[in-house]
């Protein structure tokens, strides 16, 4: 029994990976050190489709897939490569905790170190935390909603350190009127950090647009993309003791804005153990290096890319990019 239960076991891992997907887009190389992330043969999967905004996917160890949002509907799902795609969270982002003038649910996405799903809110306005991943209905507890006792716009994507400090930044997309809007609470977009020493700090706000966020491999330097066709730039700070110093401009994607091609501005972004950023921007998602050089980029075929995340061992890079969730193979 044992036997006949490992080969069939065997042989549905192997159905699995024979699957085919449709394919999308190409990868533009800028430089051959692209050719040690990406090999020349690989193809860009359309693993599902049919979705309004999809963001921040996160690969979940335990349900051997990846959690993804779907912002204008307030729902999440989940793909894996055995069931394919299944609704996960509803709702995923707006409950009924803050005030909120249009329906707009999760964004970014990570995990920490206890397994928890931790999310950006934007209808909630606050960062939650998945009570329990066995459920009929989510439960969500508020890791931090207010900052000076006043709420957040929208939270919008996050980056967890070693310590269990969240980074995570606050434009004003979840928001009816972005700019002008009665729900406002604060003045700033801030990029803040939360720690459960010190609570919440603002760490910066000059950004107009500030988006995606992702930390260097040695935790002292804090990447925060710029999600605004007038300034589109992804910012480098140094990192230390809860605050941040030396601001400075990493990757200046001005250049590449101006080519009607490259659809998309700046959003998510994640930094792989080689030290090398994947940024969805300008083009699709931009691959550039730890001194700011653009290696080359995963285009998508006129799709504007929102977001990325690892599979396990960095075998896959998973893309949301409108109403996809695509996959690429990684060396």
């Not at 000059?206 to 260097?216: E, M, V, W």
Request: hydrophobic share 35%.
């Amino acid at each position: 029994m044992k036997y006949s239960y490992l080969f069939a076991l065997l042989f549905a891992t192997s159905l699995y990976s024979q699957k085919e997907y449709p394919t999308i887009g190409t990868v533009e190389r800028l430089s051959d050190k692209i050719s040690t992330l990406i090999s020349t043969d690989a193809k860009i999967e359309v693993l599902a489709t049919g979705f309004h905004w999809s963001e921040g996917p996160v690969w979940a160890t335990h349900l051997q897939g990846v959690v993804f949002s779907d912002v204008p509907t307030n729902k999440a799902y989940l793909w894996t490569e055995s069931d394919g795609l299944q609704v996960f969270l509803e709702p995923s982002g707006q409950t009924g905790y803050a005030p909120s003038n249009r329906v707009t649910g999760s964004n970014g996405l990570a995990i920490d170190a206890q397994g928890n799903l931790i999310l950006c809110q934007h209808g909630d306005r606050r960062i939650a935390q998945l009570v329990s991943w066995e459920f009929e209905i989510p439960q969500y507890k508020t890791v931090v909603g207010k900052y000076q006792n006043q709420r957040f716009h929208s939270p919008n994507d996050l980056a967890i350190d070693s310590k269990g400090q969240i980074y995570f930044t606050d434009p004003p997309y979840g928001l009816k009127d972005q700019d002008d809007d009665s729900l406002k609470e604060l003045e700033e977009n801030g990029v803040y950090l939360w720690s459960p020493e010190n609570g919440t700090t603002l760490l910066d706000d000059s950004l107009h647009r500030p988006n995606g966020i992702a930390l260097s491999l040695d935790e002292k330097i804090l990447y925060v993309a710029n999600s605004y066709a007038n300034n589109p730039v992804i910012i480098a700070f140094d990192v230390q003791n809860g605050s941040v110093s030396n601001r400075r401009v990493f990757f200046d994607g001005t250049a590449l804005s101006k080519n009607s091609e490259n659809v998309g501005n700046f959003d998510g972004l994640k930094v792989h153990s080689s030290g090398n950023i994947f940024a969805t921007g300008p083009g699709g998602v931009l691959v550039i290096d730890s001194e700011g050089a653009h290696l080359g980029t995963i285009r998508l075929d006129g799709k504007s890319a929102a977001n990325c995340g690892f599979g396990p061992d960095e075998k896959h890079l998973y893309i949301t990019a409108q109403d996809i969730l695509a996959r690429i193979d990684l060396l």
